[in-house]
């Protein structure tokens, strides 16, 4: 079983798969100009704005790509946390195709600070070095930990006053959103762009860029043509969308896998020498579980199972001598699994 690796271990949602199906009877224009790309556009204005211009794709890396490079020269550099998704796992996709460079910083939790965007913004401006331009966070982080509504203001601020833009990756907004309890607008506060993820709540392939300022937005569609984005049958992303935001789908979704995440933690918590590295506030749960007849053994008993094997060093994380994992719940995440999870994991450290 693979129940608690990932979040894109899960299926898709009956209700978004039935939204496909549907977007499937009969033909429409291509390549964006059809009905339900526009009703899908029109729902994210709803939620964030009506200034608010939207591209489409079909993977996070893509969104995250398709916003950095509309930010971004060659000669600019974006910071980011180190641990960031854009850092560690998109194969140097963001400076592949701007030709920027990235700045990581070390961070506590994942997150950076104001005082991180203000010494990173008083670069000498030399020829020798990339100019700042902007800094790209993950809400929530690859951690699973939040900014808060004042978090993200004070970020922006201080962004914003030294001139640079600010990316949000949301590849897990719709979490972020449902543990703050405010909208999906909210839970992204000062962002300039943000890069919307459907695939993590629910939905089969489905991200998207929004471009909050929209005087940033004007070569969205050449930019996303040439990250082969614009698709020639882009209404079966724009109905995913429209399944997810027209309705409470979005965030019912990601309640329930916040809350299947601390059911998690409630299990791992309770294994003696067990350490919850990082505070569980959305799906994901970061440990480092105690050494039993070393780790091949305890190893091969969770794989057989459940939880991802990660360097937690990695992400700033340590605690307990052992076998450090990740866990992350889904929208189809059980009470079932997470009995089958404990009886696993206790069998294996409790006997």
């Keep these: 079983m693979t129940f608690l690796v990932s979040d894109n271990t899960s299926g898709v949602h009956p209700d978004i798969l039935a939204a496909i199906v549907r977007a499937n009877a009969g033909q429409a224009p291509s390549y964006g100009d059809d009905p339900l790309t526009a009703q899908a556009e029109q729902l994210i204005r709803d939620h964030f704005g009506p200034q608010a211009e939207v591209a489409f794709a079909v993977t996070g890396t893509a969104a995250n790509v398709i916003a950095l490079a509309t930010l971004l020269r060659p000669y600019e550099t974006v910071l980011c946390a180190e641990t960031a998704h854009i850092a560690t796992d998109e194969c ?14 070390p961070t506590r939790d994942g997150r950076l600070t104001p005082d991180q965007v203000a010494a990173f913004a008083r670069a000498d401006g030399s020829p020798h070095s990339p100019r700042p331009r902007a800094v790209s966070i993950a809400q929530p982080t690859e951690l699973g930990t939040l900014y808060s509504v004042a978090d993200l203001q004070a970020l922006a601020a201080t962004a914003h006053a030294h001139g640079l833009r600010l990316h949000i990756d949301g590849a897990r907004l719709a979490n972020a959103a449902a543990a703050l309890g405010t909208g999906l607008a909210e839970a992204a506060t000062g962002a300039d762009i943000v890069s919307l993820g459907g695939t993590k709540n629910g ?14 937005a004007g070569p969205r569609r050449l930019i996303q043509k040439q990250a082969m984005q614009l698709l020639s049958k882009g209404r079966f992303v724009a109905a995913q969308f429209v399944a997810l935001l027209e309705g409470d789908l979005w965030r019912t979704n990601a309640t329930h896998a916040n ?8 299990v791992v918590s309770s294994v003696p020498g067990a350490v919850i590295a990082f505070p569980v506030q959305t799906n994901a749960v970061f440990a480092t579980l105690p050494a039993l007849g070393g780790p091949s053994r ?4 969770l794989d057989e199972h459940a939880g991802a094997a990660v360097d937690l060093a990695r992400y700033g994380g340590g605690g307990a001598a052992g076998l450090p994992r990740r866990f992350m719940a889904a929208f189809d995440t059980t009470e079932a699994d997470v009995q089958a999870f404990a009886r696993v994991l206790h069998a294996a450290f409790i006997g």
């Design 92 to 105: 140097a996709a963001p400076e592949h195709f701007t030709g920027a460079r990235l700045t990581t910083v």
């Design 203 to 216: 939905a089969l392939a489905a991200d998207a860029v929004i471009f909050l300022d929209p005087s940033l």
């Design 259 to 266: 809350a299947m995440a601390a059911r998690v933690a409630e």
């Design 298 to 301: 305890t190893g091969a008993a």
